[in-house]
Structure formats: structure tokens, C-alpha cells
């Protein structure tokens, strides 16, 4: 999901500021919302876990160049699932900055297009996460329906705005639709992977459950909320 340096510049950068500005104020309000209910300390630990992951999984994990940008397995469901949105917003924003200050320096003025990229499909994930997941279920016990429904909003996101911001920088132009579309069709094979992702990771989870370790998870993986 890194859009490829020069496809939207000059000018036009400028609203890929406007956008990060409002991804990183909902990702405020969301974790002062954490704050407020597990306190400081855990959110920052669990912050902290996400960001390392997500610098893994770019670092890491098989990534692709296709099209217009590239092909990452960014697991943001499964951070969610863990960790809560609030955490999980926190360490893709991390992790991406940390990411592109090592090691893609060229991705740095593309800062404000990824984050916009990654943070506003998560938190529309989580909302729909609140009306899909009842609030007796602990999110251990979702099922893969459930799970491909988180990926696919999360990964449909991504996809969406990196063609907006293919069209934005690039026009209309055959040759750019094309980029656009070779991307898009190889980034939505993730959408079948990570749910058996999701699954997997939640299955280990819950043998954690007697451990100290299991803390470090949000309350919701273990806890309905009612």
C-alpha cells in the first residue's frame, strides 16, 4: 500500500496533509478514549508491541511492487482483534514513519498518503466491528464470516485509496486505470488470507488466556461486553 514516490506531488501533496491531520485526530480521540478506560500505561505497551509488529510485517513479510504501489500482508484485523483500534492505529502510523525513516527514505514525503491510507480503512473497521460482533461475543469467538468482513472493509479501504490517489495524482489516463487495476486485483487476494490469519492468531490467544501475557491483549478478546 506505499503509493509509488511521484505519483501524486507538487501541489497536490497538500491534501495528503489535510487528510493524515484528520486520521491522526481520530486516532486522538480514540486513544483518550482508551486512556480514560485502561489507563496510560497499558495503551502505551500495547502501542508500542503494534508498532514493532507493523514495522515487521513491511520489513519482513513478503512485499511486492504492483502497479500503482505495493502488495504488503499488513494483518490490520489482527492488531485489532489483540490490541483494539486504538493501539492498532497507533502502531500502523508508527510503524510506517519508523519504516520509512530506516529504510525508505523516498516514502517519507508520501507520509501523510499512506497514513491516510492505512488509518481510515482500520477505524471504518471498527465501526463496523460494533455492529457486526455482538456485544456478548469476546472477540475470540468470532467466526471466519465475521473475520472476512473486518478483513475485507480494511483491505477494500486500502484498495480504494490508493486508486484515489492513482486518479488524484495521475488523471485518468489508460495506461494509469490500468496500474490502478493490476493493484487492486492482486491486493484483494489478502482478503482471503488474513481472516485464516485472524483465526489462527486467535486461537493462540486464547491459550494464553492463563498467563500473565494474555494482559497485554484488549479486554474484549477474552471479555463480552455483555
Known amino acids: 500500500m506505499h503509493i509509488e514516490p511521484g505519483i501524486v506531488q507538487g501541489a497536490k501533496i497538500a491534501l495528503s496533509v489535510v487528510t493524515a491531520a484528520g ?17 496510560l500505561a497499558l495503551l502505551a505497551t500495547r502501542s508500542i508491541i503494534t508498532t514493532v509488529l507493523v514495522f515487521c510485517f513491511f520489513e519482513v513479510l513478503p512485499h511486492h511492487p504492483v ?18 483500534a486504538p493501539a492498532a492505529m ?13 529504510f525508505a527514505p523516498l516514502d517519507l514525503p508520501q507520509y501523510g498518503i499512506n497514513v491516510t491510507t492505512l488509518l481510515v480503512p482500520l477505524y471504518g ?15 475470540k469467538d468470532i467466526t471466519y464470516k465475521q473475520a472476512l468482513a473486518l478483513s ?11 486508486g484515489f490517489w492513482a ?22 487476494l489478502i482478503v482471503i488470507l488474513e481472516p485464516l490469519v485472524d483465526l ?14 494474555s494482559e497485554l491483549f484488549v479486554t474484549r478478546m477474552y471479555t463480552a461486553v455483555a
Open 90 to 102: 497507533i502502531g500502523l502510523a508508527a510503524g510506517l514513519l519508523l519504516q520509512g525513516a530506516l
Open 200 to 213: 489462527g492468531v486467535l486461537v493462540i490467544a486464547k491459550n494464553l488466556h492463563r498467563f500473565k501475557v
Open 125 to 139: 473497521m471498527n465501526l463496523l466491528a460494533k455492529r457486526i460482533i455482538p456485544t456478548n461475543t469476546a472477540y
Open 23 to 39: 486520521s491522526l485526530a481520530f486516532t486522538a480521540k480514540l486513544a483518550f478514549d482508551a486512556i480514560k478506560t485502561s489507563g
Open 167 to 188: 486518479l488524484y495524482g495521475q488523471g485518468l489516463g489508460t495506461a494509469n486505470l490500468t496500474q490502478v487495476a493490476v493493484f487492486g486485483s492482486a491486493y484483494m
Open 67 to 84: 502497479g500503482v504501489s505495493e502488495v504488503h500482508l499488513i494483518l490490520g484485523s489482527t492488531l485489532f482483534l489483540l490490541f483494539g
Open 152 to 162: 475485507t472493509v480494511f483491505q477494500g479501504g486500502i484498495v480504494s485509496w490508493v
